[in-house]
């Protein structure tokens, strides 16, 4: 039935899609504010004409929520579906093969029947748009036996300021069974896999100051501590010969895995080889007597992200530069705490620094790791919504992203998650040409009223 339904309306989810994907709705960047309000204008839009009821735009001091339900019944369960309309920056334009905000089909490798290059094709609009029209199939046909509230945001990828402080105010109206989410991958096509964590993340902004002005690198250079040569070797120093990162006590709160949980994390079908040449590199890098599933699953990072300073315009100017930059991430995983991770690395940075240049640490946004269940009620009904669309039985693994108000749900509404992800690693998240595979737009659009199936049905037992 459902596929019967995917079948007749296949251009126009595709259709509707597009038009989502042509909004640039950047959260990061200011300029694109009303761009940002004009997807969730949109989510709201096709929420109401898919049936749900008191659809509305929350406004926050940044970016609004979309909220709507569709309440059958108080007494049954209820499922809230958590996603976010907002996209990462699309900058540098010219590495991408086609417009960002003009979305386009075309076959890749691993996505043989096509796939919509756009930014936010995978994170997260397809993948939240999936939900809407499944939503639509189950309202028309009456296949809906549970409540359902979505709750979409727009600051998701600048790590959800208003979201936390707006499910605190707003408990009862959230009150649900649990939160599904699909804004995480699947390990390939044909190896459908729920993830059942994800890690946190500590942010920070450090500043290296040296000489109070630019100087002449010829007057000055060899006798003045150059604060991009100090900021690069402070960097380099994080990790030892073994890649094991240095700053005093990172590791202490890391809940280390048990032989049969190690074991279990691996049964994860991996290909090396295939990982190598996705991303054209010789080898692949981490901490030393881990392997790439585990580096990115159950091991915690430390990686700049960007470092500027100096000059860096055409040609050339000849200074030693007053200051540099660098913005770096640290993922965690259970159970560090981010607080607790940033405050040592502002230590550790203090402390390393030669007391020729001053420096300062400034935190940005953070978040907590989290375990998903994977014997949960709910858990189970995805698992088996998968091996009716797929044929096979979901994998659980280990996602190595963050979505830093899973772990706010928990703490502050009492729900567990059900990480329902539809992408691959491989479809160019937060890079250019992103893209989401056609089949996997349609699988997720297929599996998610056989989720809410399930659950009904085992919740009532
Ligand atoms: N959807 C991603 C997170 C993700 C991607 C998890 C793939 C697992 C697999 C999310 O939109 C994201 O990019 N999160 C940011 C969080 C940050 C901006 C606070 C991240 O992980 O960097
Ligand atoms: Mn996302
Ligand atoms: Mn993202």
Same mark, same amino acid.
């Given at each position: 039935?459902?596929?019967?339904?995917?079948?007749?309306?296949?251009?126009?989810?595709?259709?509707?899609?597009?038009?989502?994907?042509?909004?640039?709705?950047?959260?990061?960047?200011?300029?694109?504010?009303?761009?940002?309000?004009?997807?969730?204008?949109?989510?709201?839009?096709?929420?109401?004409?898919?049936?749900?009821?008191?659809?509305?735009?929350?406004?926050?001091?940044?970016?609004?929520?979309? /909220?709507?339900?569709?309440?059958?019944?108080?007494?049954?369960?209820?499922?809230?579906?958590?996603?976010? /309309?907002?996209?990462?920056?699309?900058?540098?334009?010219?590495?991408?093969?086609?417009?960002?905000?003009?979305?386009?089909?075309?076959?890749?490798?691993?996505?043989?029947?096509?796939?919509?290059?756009?930014?936010?094709?995978?994170?997260?609009?397809?993948?939240?748009?999936?939900?809407?029209?499944?939503?639509?199939?189950?309202?028309?046909?009456?296949?809906?036996?549970?409540?359902?509230?979505?709750?979409?945001?727009?600051?998701?990828?600048?790590?959800?300021?208003?979201?936390?402080?707006?499910?605190?105010?707003?408990?009862?109206?959230?009150?649900?069974?649990?939160?599904?989410?699909?804004?995480?991958?699947?390990?390939?096509?044909?190896?459908?896999?729920?993830?059942?964590?994800?890690?946190?993340?500590?942010?920070?902004?450090?500043?290296?100051?040296?000489?109070?002005?630019?100087?002449?690198?010829?007057?000055?250079?060899?006798?003045?501590?150059?604060?991009?040569?100090?900021?690069?070797?402070?960097?380099?120093?994080?990790?030892?010969?073994?890649?094991?990162?240095?700053?005093?006590?990172?590791?202490?709160?890391?809940?280390?895995?048990?032989?049969?949980?190690?074991?279990?994390?691996?049964?994860?079908?991996?290909?090396?080889?295939?990982?190598?040449?996705?991303?054209?590199?010789?080898?692949?890098?981490?901490?030393?007597?881990?392997?790439?599933?585990?580096?990115?699953?159950?091991?915690?990072?430390?990686?700049?992200?960007?470092?500027?300073?100096?000059?860096?315009?055409?040609?050339?100017?000849?200074?030693?530069?007053?200051?540099?930059?660098?913005?770096?991430?640290?993922?965690?995983?259970?159970?560090?705490?981010?607080?607790?991770?940033?405050?040592?690395?502002?230590?550790?940075?203090?402390?390393?620094?030669?007391?020729?240049?001053?420096?300062?640490?400034?935190?940005?946004?953070?978040?907590?790791?989290?375990?998903?269940?994977?014997?949960?009620?709910?858990?189970?009904?995805?698992?088996?919504?998968?091996?009716?669309?797929?044929?096979?039985?979901?994998?659980?693994?280990?996602?190595?992203?963050?979505?830093?108000?899973?772990?706010?749900?928990?703490?502050?509404?009492?729900?567990?998650?059900?990480?329902?992800?539809?992408?691959?690693?491989?479809?160019?998240?937060?890079?250019?040409?992103?893209?989401?595979?056609?089949?996997?737009?349609?699988?997720?659009?297929?599996?998610?009223?056989?989720?809410?199936?399930?659950?009904?049905?085992?919740?009532?037992?």
């Amino acid at each position: 039935m459902i596929k019967e339904y995917i079948d007749i309306n296949r251009q126009r989810f595709l259709d509707e899609l597009f038009d989502l994907l042509r909004i640039p709705s950047i959260s990061a960047d200011s300029a694109y504010n009303e761009d940002v309000v004009k997807a969730a204008e949109f989510i709201k839009a096709k929420l109401i004409e898919a049936g749900a009821d008191k659809v509305e735009l929350f406004p926050t001091e940044g970016h609004p929520i979309v /909220y709507g339900e569709k309440i059958f019944d108080p007494s049954l369960p209820t499922v809230l579906v958590y996603g976010h /309309y907002d996209v990462q920056p699309a900058v540098p334009l010219e590495l991408w093969d086609t417009p960002p905000f003009e979305p386009t089909i075309r076959k890749t490798e691993v996505h043989p029947d096509g796939a919509i290059f756009a930014r936010g094709a995978c994170d997260d609009k397809g993948q939240v748009y999936m939900h809407v029209k499944a939503f639509e199939y189950m309202m028309k046909n009456n296949k809906l036996a549970c409540n359902v509230k979505f709750m979409i945001e727009g600051e998701e990828e600048v790590g959800s300021p208003n979201l936390g402080p707006f499910c605190i105010k707003n408990k009862e109206m959230l009150k649900a069974d649990v939160v599904l989410i699909s804004d995480t991958s699947m390990i390939a096509n044909d190896i459908p896999s729920i993830d059942s964590g994800l890690r946190g993340l500590s942010y920070v902004e450090v500043e290296v100051t040296g000489p109070n002005r630019d100087l002449h690198s010829g007057v000055y250079g060899g006798a003045v501590a150059n604060p991009i040569n100090i900021l690069a070797k402070m960097i380099a120093s994080m990790h030892d010969e073994n890649n094991h990162i240095t700053i005093p006590g990172f590791y202490d709160q890391v809940l280390e895995l048990t032989a049969d949980e190690r074991t279990a994390l691996n049964k994860a079908p991996f290909d090396l080889e295939a990982y190598k040449k996705d991303l054209n590199i010789g080898d692949v890098w981490g901490e030393t007597g881990f392997n790439t599933l585990e580096r990115t699953g159950i091991r915690p990072t430390l990686d700049c992200n960007g470092i500027w300073g100096g000059y860096t315009g055409e040609g050339s100017k000849t200074v030693l530069p007053s200051k540099a930059f660098a913005k770096i991430s640290m993922r965690l995983v259970p159970n560090q705490d981010s607080h607790t991770i940033t405050e040592i690395f502002k230590k550790h940075f203090e402390s390393i620094a030669p007391a020729g240049v001053k420096v300062e640490v400034r935190p940005h946004h953070g978040g907590e790791p989290v375990v998903t269940p994977i014997d949960s009620v709910a858990y189970l009904a995805a698992e088996k919504a998968m091996e009716t669309s797929f044929g096979k039985t979901p994998i659980p693994t280990r996602g190595g992203g963050s979505i830093p108000i899973v772990a706010l749900f928990e703490k502050e509404l009492g729900l567990k998650s059900v990480l329902f992800g539809f992408g691959l690693d491989s479809d160019a998240l937060h890079s250019p040409n992103e893209h989401y595979g056609i089949f996997n737009y349609l699988k997720g659009i297929e599996t998610i009223p056989y989720f809410y199936e399930n659950f009904a049905k085992m919740k009532a037992n």
